[in-house]
């Protein structure tokens, strides 16, 4: 005992029945005094001088905001016709931050299960995920509806794992304007990182090339913005508030015609595979404006197989294709333009003075620099010619003759005034430039001069000359308009998602070419002559006025033979009312004007066909394009067999 | 030692004992505090179990369950206050021996979550013996130091007391429920001190309790033990892992401020972002619905509580009842700041209830029938004498 102060009782039989501790009651007192105490200061602490944080912090926890996607705008042709439209379809996505480690291995195989997919790539697409741990990350899109339920059932077994209502890309025609239209794709990790800041999502889908890439800042629209309540297991409860409404996006009316589009690529198919070719190139553009009325690259793809999720089979076995189906191959390649640049070669000359339209020119089975042999194409020649004859012949020594006086310098200055050695500026992704040779050039990239026959290569298109196939139409859109080069464009109006316009495109001349109207005439005269001598067969036996050059151009290595594979080209230009007149029977008073309105080009790759194969397929989109009953088409052409023959 | 050797003057004793209860000392504040704690116990069940197509009276809801034991313990009450007290001295020894009984019987055929043994099964719901373990071992140690008399003060009443607590003590240990060993421990220091234990010789063995705590922290508890005792001390917890339940009470606390959220309208109850809500974080709804007043209410109902608790041992005209309140106070006392402490954030996480609040059975039945005994203890006094 501690000398506490003791109380006692005393019972009936007199023995102390309890023993009092005052003091010790006190201190028990006291004790639950301090811990109650200590109890409701920490709670004073935390519920009145901490309560904001801790309400934020709540709020943190419950709520959340979640995007509102904004209806992509669409597309549609001039005639507003819908090339595309949004499908709402079942997307599967996984939040890392959602998926217990653990459990990984089982929910990932589950879900391959399911899905048809590769658990690897399931694995490789979680963790190559650029976003935080509580993005979601997207697995498969366009699951079947059943399938979809199936998995949001199955909540519990499949932690993280939603199911997302995702509006699709559905492309009408598919394949037909793939190259142009392009598509829509989940977001790159790069893509991510530069535009995290305008708003994208980790699990964004965005333009990733065509006119969905060049044009996504339209079409995307703009995203609102929801506050939703979710619980501790992630779920969503309730929507709380919507902050900001989506605003649709955009839509696009092109310049090209759905209905050209087809002409063209019925006319070029027809030619390919007549001639049992594979890859080639149409397109149909209005000289007036710059206006593209219908581009075909061949061999084509479907966009939707990317917008509904490619697999990397599909993909590969794209990429892998020789013929390079996912290349737009009238604005991402360059190919040897052959005669067909013998436009430069003639415009130089008459610009520059050294032949006028009368000056007769001695054309010969070859001309010689030096020991070196340069021949004319049918190795005799065509006597002496003025450029009606040259051009309408496609002479070669008329041209190396041409080129020779011009020197390679202002033979590259007058193709670049023609727009070739540089983009056009269309709009589309990734097209490339060209090469137009000059001195400067050559010393540039191989430290050596042009040397003479390098000039006179370069004069009719072949050589070191490159050029891309918009690169081609335009120069002889500039010449059939009497003089300006246009940039060729592909979207007419931006139309906001009530329907008001809200960008008109308007022509926009690149360059007015600094050649006199009475050069351009008589160019516009000789590309005539090319049809009416017959160089292009039964063409001029349409009841219409064409113009235009064809093109044989050389590459690569020669076969046993000693005969070079080619590519065939053709760029045609018919002006406005085109039909034949007693008046103008030869159609020259016609192609004087500079009213055409349509220029078309065909280009076909390794052809090697008996005749010229871009020249029957130009003539058989005219023969559409103007309804003429009659057939023109001359089959026999399209047979392989080498008309051409080198030395 | 003392508690057999008066077995047989206790027998003698029969004679004496009274024969009927004087019922105009039943406490009926004593009744109404654990009613109105009881009923906030109740009232978190209910925000908890209530929710979208959920009707908080579902078969097997929590609240349902509630209203069940709390109907049980109302009955358990009447009969154990009923009952005279004095027979539970009697009965000390066979009491002692079920409750070890209880105890190795949980051990044997006990389930629970992650590798312990704590509850049992019984109609398909989990009892927790542990629970009634400590109302037995409140009633074998009051029965133990009410025989000491004068020599209360010797160091032979604490070893006394401490050998008897200590059986049980190490059961539950095994299965292993470290706080429900901790109220033991809380217990007997409470019913020592109260009962003139020698203060020298139990500030010694505190001194070598603190000297052997390295041993004990590296030998006898587990990782997760370890882990969970010193999460509270960590300012920067894992909050995904470990310190997960701690950050999502002290949110559900913090963010209650002065009145609450409102019954039902905590978010982080609603939204199942506080763990074992109704059991062991009971606490967090509360805080977190009612705020800081309900707390204070609740934390006031406690201090009335045990107070007419001690009241009773200050009336009780033999140590046993004495002891008894003590005991029953200690171990109220305790659960309440072990238990709100830990919701708070400045008490290691353990698996003790919050007396009468939180939602368990064993619990419930246990602390009706402590009261029933304070009861007892009350209508059999005789006035003081002094």
């Known amino acids: ?647 | 030692m003392g508690f057999g050797r008066t077995e047989t003057a206790r027998v003698r004793d029969w004679g004496n004992r009274p024969i009927g209860a004087s019922w105009p000392a039943f406490d009926l504040q004593l009744v109404t505090y654990a009613v109105l704690l009881a009923t906030i116990g109740l009232a978190m069940a209910y925000s908890n179990s209530v929710g979208p197509g959920a009707s908080a009276l579902n078969a097997g809801s929590t609240f349902a369950r509630g209203l069940l034991w709390t109907g049980l313990a109302v009955v358990v009450f009447g009969i154990v206050a009923v009952f005279d007290y004095q027979w539970l001295r009697t009965f000390a020894w066979p009491l002692y021996l079920g409750q070890i009984g209880l105890l190795v019987l949980t051990l044997a055929v006990g389930t629970g979550v992650g590798g312990v043994a704590r509850w049992i099964l019984i109609g398909g719901m989990a009892f927790q013996f542990s629970e009634i373990a400590k109302i037995l071992m409140i009633v074998v140690l009051a029965s133990f130091l009410g025989s000491r008399g004068d020599r209360a003060g010797s160091l032979r009443t604490i070893v006394g007391a401490a050998v008897l607590v200590g059986p049980p003590l190490v059961l539950v240990m095994l299965q292993p429920d470290l706080g429900t060993s901790l109220v033991f421990g809380g217990i007997l220091v409470g019913m020592l001190f109260m009962s003139g234990a020698s203060l020298r010789w139990l500030g010694a063995i505190a001194s070598a309790i603190v000297v052997a705590f390295p041993f004990l922290w590296a030998n006898v508890l587990r990782d997760y033990q370890k882990e969970r005792l010193t999460t509270f001390l960590n300012p920067n917890p894992d909050i995904q892992g470990s310190g997960y339940q701690l950050y999502q009470s002290q949110i559900a606390v913090g963010s209650g401020g002065w009145f609450g959220k409102g019954l039902t309208n905590g978010t982080q109850n609603q939204l199942d972002f506080l763990p074992v809500q109704t059991t062991d974080f009971v606490g967090a709804i509360l805080a977190e619905e009612l705020g800081f007043l309900g707390c204070i209410v609740v934390f006031l109902l406690f201090a009335a509580l045990i107070w007419r608790i001690l009241v009773a041992g200050w009336r009780s005209r033999d140590p046993f009842g004495m002891a008894f309140a003590a005991g029953l106070a200690s171990m109220i006392l305790f659960q309440l700041v072990v238990n709100f402490g830990m919701v708070i954030g400045i008490m290691p996480i353990t698996g003790i209830p919050l007396p009468f609040v939180s939602h368990g059975g064993a619990s419930l039945i246990s602390l009706a029938a402590g009261l029933g005994i304070i009861q007892s203890i009350n209508v059999r006094q005789r006035r003081a004498e002094w």
């Open chain 1, 1 to 647: 005992m501690t000398g506490d102060p003791v109380m006692s009782t005393l019972s009936l039989n007199g023995r102390p029945e309890t023993a009092r501790r005052p003091l010790r009651f006190f201190v028990f007192a006291l004790a639950v005094l301090i811990g109650i105490g200590s109890l409701s200061a920490r709670l004073f602490y935390l519920q009145i001088l901490n309560a904001s944080r801790y309400t934020t912090l709540a709020q943190a926890n419950r709520t959340l905001l979640n995007p509102l996607p904004a209806a992509r705008g669409l597309i549609y042709d001039r005639d507003k016709q819908a090339l595309v439209s949004n499908v709402p379809t079942y997307s599967v996505k996984i939040t890392p931050a959602d998926l217990p480690l653990r459990r990984r291995p089982d929910v990932v195989a589950t879900l391959a299960g399911l899905l048809g997919l590769d658990p690897a790539d399931i694995n490789t697409a979680i963790d190559s995920s650029s976003g935080s741990r509580f993005d979601p990350v997207r697995i498969a899109s366009d699951v079947p509806k059943s399938t979809a339920n199936f998995i949001a059932e199955s909540r519990l077994d499949l932690p993280g794992v939603q199911i997302d209502v995702e509006a699709r890309r559905q492309y009408v025609d598919g394949p037909l304007l793939s190259q142009v239209v392009g598509y829509t794709g989940p977001i790159s990790a790069a893509q991510l990182r530069a535009l995290r800041d305008k708003g994208y999502l980790g699990d964004d889908l965005i333009g990733k090339t065509g006119l969905e890439s060049v044009y996504e800042t339209a079409l995307r629209g703009t995203y609102g913005q929801q506050l939703v309540e979710r619980n501790a297991a992630g779920q969503q409860t309730k929507v709380l508030e919507t902050i900001t409404e989506p605003k649709a996006g955009s839509s696009l009316v092109l310049t090209i015609s759905r209905r050209e589009q087809q002409m063209a690529e019925e006319a070029l198919k027809w030619g390919i595979q007549t001639a049992g070719l594979k890859r080639g190139v149409m397109i149909v553009m209005n000289p007036q404006t710059g206006e593209i009325l219908a581009m075909v690259s061949l061999p084509t793809y479907d966009n939707n197989a990317f917008s509904r999720g490619i697999s990397n089979s599909a993909y590969q076995a794209l990429l892998n294709n020789p013929d390079q189906p996912l290349l737009n191959h009238a604005v991402n390649a360059r190919y040897p333009p052959g005669s067909t640049y013998k436009l430069v070669t003639g415009i130089g000359g008459l610009a520059d003075g050294k032949i006028a339209a009368t000056t007769q020119l001695q054309t010969q089975p070859f001309l010689s620099i030096g020991e070196t042999k340069f021949y004319e194409w049918n190795k005799q020649g065509f006597g002496a010619c003025d450029i009606l004859c040259g051009f309408g012949h496609s002479s070669d020594t008329y041209f190396f003759q041409v080129a020779g006086m011009l020197g390679i310098d202002r033979l590259g200055y007058w193709a670049s005034q023609l727009g070739f050695g540089q983009p056009t500026g269309i709009d589309l992704p990734g097209e490339v430039s060209g090469i137009v040779p000059t001195n400067q050039w050559k010393l540039d990239t191989l430290g050596q001069p042009i040397f003479p026959g390098e000039t006179y290569q370069a004069g009719i298109g072949q050589g070191y000359d490159v050029v891309t196939p918009i690169q081609m139409i335009n120069a002889y859109s500039a010449l059939a308009n009497g003089g300006t080069l246009y940039r060729p464009q592909l979207v007419r109006d931006i139309v906001g998602p009530d329907g008001k316009v809200t960008q008109a495109f308007q022509p926009e001349v690149v360059r007015k070419l600094e050649v006199s109207d009475k050069v351009l005439k008589t160019m516009r005269e000789a590309a005539r002559n090319v049809v009416l001598i017959r160089h292009t067969y039964n063409l001029v036996d349409l009841p219409i006025v064409v113009a235009g050059k064809s093109g044989t151009a050389e590459f690569g290595l020669p076969d046993a033979a000693g005969r070079l594979p080619f590519h065939s080209w053709f760029v045609a230009f018919v002006p406005k009312d085109p039909q034949k007149t007693a008046s103008d029977p030869m159609g020259m008073k016609a192609v004087d004007r500079t009213d055409s309105e349509l220029a078309v080009l065909a280009f076909a790759y390794d052809s090697r066909t008996k005749g010229n194969v871009a020249t029957e397929i130009v003539k058989y989109y005219l023969q559409m394009h103007y309804g003429i009953q009659e057939d023109y088409r001359i089959t026999d052409l399209l047979q392989r067999g080498n008309f051409y023959q080198s030395n």
